[in-house]
């Protein structure tokens, strides 16, 4: 079975400061896509970053960054200059082929709280 | 372009009451699923639809039907609603890789 953990259920950074969020995989496959997802008390589901397992090289968006260790099955979420609009719950997913189509398998989540 | 509608945002439902929660999408996208949230957790995949005529159960599909009659449309069925099926359900669709979500309908079963 393939599954995601997220070893962290709460993180705390203090604004304009860089917290890394943590996400570890299982997967037998050789290509494959990794995800985070924001979730806000909206609770509108975000996509923040997306990385492909051929790419060496780790995914940026802006404030957001992953390190992609493939070897490791690691996929840690760095989030600089964290703003107070970061506050959410994030999830590490990873897209696992099923039938005819494709799942995401979610971790648990870790709740990120921003402190002025 | 609104993306991923879904509605109703909330609803309740007395045990044993039947209910369709609508999802539609204006992306053109083939592939559509739906998820549960449960409190603490991440999603779970109840059915999933690789374009309009095609279906196939997830993780957890007792207790709910689909149906894609075309390619905007997705809806989730329940039928004898239960207590466990007390949940925020997303509807999401996807061109390829990336999944894109509505903002979800909470649903209560009391």
């Known amino acids: 079975a393939q599954t995601v953990t997220q070893s962290q259920p709460e993180m705390s950074v203090q604004e304009a400061e860089t917290v890394t969020l943590s996400c570890t995989y299982d997967?037998?496959?050789?290509?494959?896509?990794l995800f985070w997802y924001k979730q806000p008390p909206s609770r509108q589901m975000i996509l923040v970053i997306r990385q492909e397992a051929y790419k060496q090289q780790n995914a940026t968006e802006n404030r957001f960054s992953v390190n992609f260790q493939k070897a490791a099955k690691s996929f840690s979420l760095k989030i600089s200059d964290s703003q107070l609009g970061d506050a959410a719950m994030y999830f590490c997913a990873y897209r696992t082929s099923i039938g005819s189509g494709y799942a995401l398998n979610f971790g648990k989540g870790t709740s990120l709280l921003v402190t002025p | 372009n609104a993306g991923v509608t879904q509605t109703p945002k909330f609803r309740i439902l007395k045990i044993g009451q039947s209910m369709t929660l609508q999802c539609a999408q204006d992306?053109?996208?083939?592939?559509m699923y739906w998820y549960r949230q449960d409190p603490g957790m991440g999603l779970k995949l109840i059915y999933y639809s690789v374009g309009a005529g095609i279906t196939d159960k997830g993780e957890v599909p007792n207790g709910y039907n689909v149906s894609r009659s075309t390619t905007e449309d997705f809806p989730l069925r329940l039928e004898l609603a239960a207590p466990s099926q007390t949940s925020v359900y997303f509807c999401?669709?996807?061109?390829?890789?990336?999944?894109?979500f509505g903002p979800g309908t909470r649903l209560l079963v009391l």
């Open positions: 999401a669709s996807s061109p390829s890789e990336t999944q894109y």
């Open positions: 992306m053109n996208h083939n592939y």
């Open positions: 997967t037998s496959e050789s290509d494959y896509y």
